[in-house]
């Protein structure tokens, strides 16, 4: 290795925390093949370390979820649930300065690798904020799930859709939930409270078909044509509005992107059919009915033969209180207030497994400690700088030391 440049084994002085973060980044858990296998030894040997019982809850074949467990001293009480899923998306390794899986941390104390945001480093900040406040001989009330789950990046349908039905989910007594949040830029804190609903719909032009030559009425393109503008025309107010009102993120306004084209069978004969695909987020202020209404709408203009269906339709509005008389948030915004982080509410924009978490009854705050950090889940070249790392596990600590203290509510007696 030459002087100077970035190493892929830990300096003699890097904190242990730093060490392990870098070794679970390691392990290639990126779809299409995850090594499941590898992530849940490797979670299960950090957790028989903390002195933490271990399930494993297979939920389909092939999907694992484990589940860590703390017990507090009042297991009667509802829990605190500390969600983290071990997949990873696929990377472009001609983008990447560094190796996507070799977690090599530079000068800056900057740490590459795909997963380092999204989101191995908080299932590391969760351990390692248990392994302190064990170490500090702390105990609380609340029982201290972590899950770690399998196949969010893919929808999460073969890990927490189907976990949250089974009835090892249900015995975990799941008080208020904490899972996955964004990179900030700026000095504050995003803290997201709901989510959009996700919506993929595709809509089917017939038309008649014909030689390339005429001027055939009533085809399939000139109707797909009028969908792809109401569609269109109605992205392009939305980010109007987005863009011309500060006080809104990308989580308040519904976002919508034609995502593919099919149709055609030859240069010179007019298709029977046509399709086009979209990618719908919406937020839950949107009245779903009266949005589907609108979808209808505008294939009912396009003409006769115009249908769409659902590809994935989420009808879960659920949002968690960010009211302070709610005792979750309380407990939450108070530690954030001592600690003097700056916090910003949103929406989430995209999809995360809270959803399922929040359908199933349960507050659930996603929330990932990284300011000062370029969002950069899902891009090339990721990264998280190690002290603000560190500092996610101070913040972790204080945090679930305040959630497993919370006084026993009115519906637990």
């Not at 970035?6 to 990126?30: C, Q, W």
């Not at 009330?141 to 189907?162: C, N, Q, S, Y």
Request: hydrophobic share 40%; glycine share 8%.
């Amino acid at each position: 290795m030459a002087p100077g440049k970035p190493g892929k084994s830990a300096g003699a002085s890097e904190n242990p925390s730093v060490t392990l973060f870098r070794e679970y980044l390691r392990i290639d858990t990126v779809h299409p093949k995850p090594d499941y296998d590898a992530a849940v030894q490797f979670l299960e040997r950090v957790g028989t370390d903390l002195g933490l019982p271990c399930q494993k809850v297979e939920v389909c074949q092939g999907r694992v979820v484990l589940i860590l467990t703390w017990q507090g001293t009042n297991p009667r009480l509802r829990s605190i649930l500390l969600n983290s899923h071990t997949d990873v998306v696929p990377v472009f390794e001609e983008h990447w300065t560094y190796p996507p899986f070799e977690a090599v941390k530079d000068s800056q104390g900057n740490i590459y690798a795909r997963g380092a945001q999204d989101m191995k480093c908080v299932s590391i900040q969760y351990l390692e904020a248990i392994r302190r406040l064990k170490t500090e001989g702390k105990s609380f009330a609340r029982t201290i799930h972590l899950t770690f789950v399998p196949d969010e990046e893919v929808g999460g349908h073969k890990g927490m859709e189907m976990f949250v039905k089974r009835p090892e989910f249900k015995a975990l007594n799941v008080g208020f939930a904490m899972d996955e949040g964004l990179a900030s830029p700026s000095d504050t804190y995003s803290v997201f409270y709901g989510e959009r609903s996700p919506w993929w719909i595709k809509v089917k032009c017939m038309g008649s078909p014909g030689h390339g030559s005429r001027f055939i009425s009533n085809t399939a393109a000139e109707k797909m044509h009028k969908v792809i503008n109401s569609f269109l025309a109605f992205r392009e107010s939305e980010k109007q509005r987005l863009k011309s009102d500060s006080s809104l993120t990308l989580g308040d306004v519904t976002s919508l992107n034609m995502t593919m084209l099919e149709g055609g069978v030859s240069f010179n004969v007019v298709p029977s059919e046509m399709a086009a695909s979209f990618d719908i987020r919406i937020p839950p202020t949107v009245d779903l009915k009266a949005f589907e209404e609108q979808v209808a709408t505008w294939c009912r203009d396009a003409g006769d033969g115009v249908t769409y269906e659902f590809h994935q339709k989420c009808m879960d509005q659920h949002i968690t209180s960010t009211e302070e008389s709610d005792p979750w948030w309380k407990a939450f915004s108070g530690v954030c207030r001592d600690m003097k982080l700056q916090l910003k509410l949103e929406i989430f924009p995209a999809a995360t497994d809270s959803r399922y978490i929040r359908a199933a009854g349960h507050p659930a705050i996603g929330f990932s400690p990284m300011n000062r950090t370029p969002v950069l889940l899902h891009d090339h070249n990721e990264f998280l700088n190690e002290q603000v790392f560190l500092r996610g596990i101070e913040i972790y600590g204080r945090l679930l030391a305040a959630l497993a203290s919370v006084p026993p509510l009115p519906a637990e007696g």
